[in-house]
């Protein structure tokens, strides 16, 4: 049981990652249209320490994932990455205020069916 922490920590740390820098980004408003304001407009994002983290996050992640890999089978550990999907899904609408609506949340609960009967066997 202890192994499923690396896919845990495969998870939490993705969805900080893909959170912090929806965060970040949106605090910085449309990307213009402009290649040189564009160019701008990256370099300020990627110098944001916050918006930097979500992308240590992903490194962190692929290193619990490698981890994992070393424990489970591809075929069974992969189905939980969905849990990337409903944890942002769920977050992004308290965080963000983004729409939670009924198809959304159906679609989300046939994910978790899904995960369910992928991690079987």
Known sequence: MINYLYILGTVLFTVYGQLI????????GS?????????????KLFLDPLLLSGFFAAF???LFWMAAMTKFDLSHAYPFMA????FVFILSGFLFNESITFLKVFGL??????IVVGSQG
């Open 83 to 86: 849990l990337n999907f409903i």
């Open 21 to 28: 820098i929806k965060s970040r980004v949106s605090l910085q």
């Open 60 to 62: 962190i992640a692929s």
């Open 109 to 114: 609960t046939m994910v978790v069916f899904g």
């Open 31 to 43: 990307l213009p249209d402009g290649i040189l304001e564009k160019l701008f407009f990256l370099l």
